[in-house]
C-alpha cells in the first residue's frame, strides 16, 4: 500500500487542548498512522491560552509558518497567520485568531455556548480548505472530527472541488458522540456564505436552522463513529438525537471503528504514578497498589475488600445517578468505593453524603488529578461504568490495561470492547448488564464480587486476560487506514464486452 497524505481537522488535540476524548482520538490516531509510513498533519485553531499551558509545561513552542491565509467572512476582511508544532513526529498547524480561539475556554463560559461559534469554526473549516487548496502535495485524505468541522466536505464540494489540488482528495467525517450537532440560526448560511442548494431536509438543514454535523455526515464519503455498536445505535430512536431517519439514509457509508489507547503511556510497567509496577504474568504489585489506594483514600486496609472505583464526568449520560443509589448495597455488604470526577453539583453532594456515611470503605475525590487516577487504576478491583450510551469509552480500555475489571453496560463502545464473563466464560475481560436501572447495576455489581469471592483461580486469569488485551491504536490504524485505501481506489471498469454493448 502506498503511503497516503492525510488532513486530521479537529477542534481540540491532546496535549494542547481538551475538553473530551475527540482529543485524545486526534491526539494519537494521526501517531499511529505515521508509524504505518503515512505523511500525516493535523489542524487546529491556536487557543493561545491552552497553548502557552502547554509551552510552559514542555518548553515546545510553535513557530511561525510565513503562511497567512486571506479571506472574508460575516462582512470582514480576515487575516490568519499559520503556526506550526511538532508532536511525535506529526506537524500540528495552528490556525491564529485571537478575537476568535483566545479565550479561556474552548466552546463557552459557565453561562453557556460562545454565541458566535458558528463564526469560530466556519472560518477555521474555510481556512482548512484554503490551506489544503495550495499545499504542495495534495491531501488524499480530509478525516474530519465532529460538528466543529462539519462544513469542510460541503465547502469542498461545493465551493472548492475545482481546485486542482483538491480534485481528487476524498473526506471522512467522524461523529464522535452524537449528541453535539452545531446547530445556528438559518441567518448564518448568508453570512458565512454556505451553498444554499444543500440547505433542505435532505441536507445540512435541521428544523429550520443550520445543522454542522449534518453537513458533515451528507456531504463526506465516509461517515464513522467510534464503535461498531454505536454505529448501530445512532439508527435508532432511542439513540439517534432526531436524526435516525437522517442516518439511516446514509448507512450504507456509515461504520464504526474503535478507538485505542497510548498504551506506552498507560503502562502499568513503567507508570511513575503508582508504587508498584506489574504487568500480565507478574501482578504481585497490584495488590501493593490496591494497599497504597486504601491508605491514600484512608479506607480499612484489607486486601479481602472488593475494591469498586469510578473515574468519571459526573452526568446524566454517565449514569452516575445509578452508582449512586446502588452503592449502599455493596457498601453493607463489604465492600468498598472510590469515585474520582466534577460536574453536576446534585451528584457531587450525593457523593460527598456517601462518602460521609461510610468513611472507611468510601472516598469521593472531587475534580480530577490524573496521578490519582492512575493510582485508582492500578489499585482496584473492579472499574464500574454504568452509562447510559458511551459511544466508544477510554475508561473501560484504562481499567483493563491496569487488570482492573469492567462492569458495564452492554452499550456502544463498553459492548464493543469488554467481552461479557457470562456469555463468553473463556475469554471473558468484564461484566455486562444490558438495562440503566438500579437493580440490574447491583446484581452486575454482585455478580462480579461473588465470582472474585467465589473463584479466585479464574478471576485471577480473568485479570491476566484484562491485562494481556491489545488495546493499542495499531488495530484501529489499520481499519482507518482500510477505509481510506477503499476511497482512494479508482472505479472499477465494467468489462470489455460490457463497455462494448
Known amino acids: 500500500m502506498k503511503p497516503y497524505h492525510i488532513l486530521f481537522a479537529a477542534s481540540e488535540v491532546t496535549p494542547l487542548a481538551k475538553t473530551g476524548g475527540l482529543a485524545d482520538v486526534v491526539g494519537a490516531l494521526p501517531l499511529a498512522l505515521a508509524d504505518r509510513g503515512h505523511r500525516v498533519q493535523v489542524i487546529m485553531p491556536f487557543y493561545r491560552p491552552f497553548i502557552e499551558r502547554f509551552v510552559a509545561k514542555t518548553g515546545i513552542s510553535p513557530e511561525p509558518t510565513g503562511r497567512t ?15 506550526r508544532l511538532t508532536l511525535a513526529g506529526v506537524e500540528v498547524i495552528l490556525v491564529e485568531q485571537d478575537d476568535l480561539y483566545g479565550r479561556d475556554q474552548l466552546y463557552g463560559s459557565p453561562d453557556g455556548d460562545y454565541v458566535d461559534n458558528l463564526l469560530r469554526f466556519v472560518l477555521f473549516d474555510r481556512v482548512v480548505l484554503e490551506l489544503a487548496a495550495t499545499t504542495e502535495t495534495p491531501f488524499d485524505i480530509i478525516h474530519c472530527h465532529d460538528w466543529q468541522t462539519g462544513l469542510i466536505p460541503l465547502l469542498l464540494n461545493h465551493q472548492y472541488r475545482h481546485l486542482p489540488a483538491l480534485a481528487g482528495t476524498r473526506t471522512v467525517f467522524t461523529i464522535h458522540n452524537l449528541a453535539y450537532q452545531g446547530v445556528f440560526s438559518a441567518d448564518g448560511v448568508y453570512r458565512m456564505g454556505l451553498p444554499t442548494s444543500d440547505y433542505h431536509t ?5 428544523y429550520h436552522q443550520i445543522n454542522c454535523l449534518k453537513a458533515g455526515v451528507v456531504a463526506s464519503d465516509a461517515v464513522t463513529t467510534v464503535s461498531p455498536t454505536y454505529a448501530k445505535e445512532i439508527l435508532t430512536t432511542e439513540y439517534g438525537c432526531h436524526l435516525e431517519g437522517f442516518l439511516a439514509n446514509i448507512s450504507d457509508k456509515l461504520s464504526g471503528i474503535v478507538n485505542g489507547l497510548d498504551v506506552d503511556d498507560w503502562n502499568p510497567a513503567t507508570d511513575p504514578h503508582i508504587s ?13 497498589c490496591k494497599r497504597q489506594l486504601q491508605k491514600l483514600c484512608r479506607l480499612t486496609e484489607d486486601n479481602d475488600a472488593p475494591l469498586l472505583v469510578t473515574i468519571s464526568r459526573l452526568a446524566d449520560q454517565k449514569g452516575i445517578d445509578l452508582l449512586v443509589a446502588a452503592a449502599p448495597t455493596w457498601l453493607e455488604a463489604g465492600a468498598q468505593m472510590v469515585v474520582l470526577g466534577s460536574g453536576d453539583t446534585g451528584l457531587e453532594a450525593a457523593l460527598l453524603a456517601l462518602a460521609a456515611a461510610y468513611p472507611q470503605q468510601c472516598a469521593f475525590h472531587q475534580g480530577f488529578n490524573e496521578p490519582l487516577a492512575r493510582k485508582i487504576y492500578a489499585g482496584a478491583d473492579f472499574f464500574m461504568m454504568p452509562s447510559r450510551f458511551e459511544p466508544c469509552g477510554l475508561g473501560q480500555l484504562m481499567a483493563m490495561r491496569y487488570g482492573t475489571i469492567p462492569v458495564v453496560r452492554a452499550t456502544g463502545g463498553l459492548r464493543d470492547t469488554v467481552i461479557d464473563m457470562a456469555t463468553n466464560p473463556a475469554y471473558g475481560t468484564g461484566f455486562h448488564f444490558a438495562n440503566a436501572t438500579v437493580e440490574a447495576l447491583i446484581e452486575a455489581g454482585q455478580q462480579a464480587i461473588d465470582f472474585r469471592t467465589q473463584h479466585p483461580d479464574r478471576f485471577a486469569l480473568m485479570v491476566g486476560r484484562a491485562l494481556g488485551r491489545d488495546s493499542s491504536w495499531i488495530p484501529s490504524a489499520i481499519a482507518y487506514e482500510t477505509l481510506y485505501r477503499d476511497l482512494l481506489q479508482p472505479p472499477s471498469l465494467p468489462p470489455a464486452s460490457a463497455a462494448a454493448v
Open 69 to 83: 491565509v486571506h479571506l472574508w467572512i460575516d462582512g470582514h476582511e480576515r487575516w490568519c497567520p499559520l503556526h
Open 202 to 206: 435532505d441536507g445540512y438543514e435541521f
Open 276 to 288: 508498584s509496577k506489574f504487568a500480565s504474568g507478574k501482578v504481585a504489585g497490584k495488590a501493593r
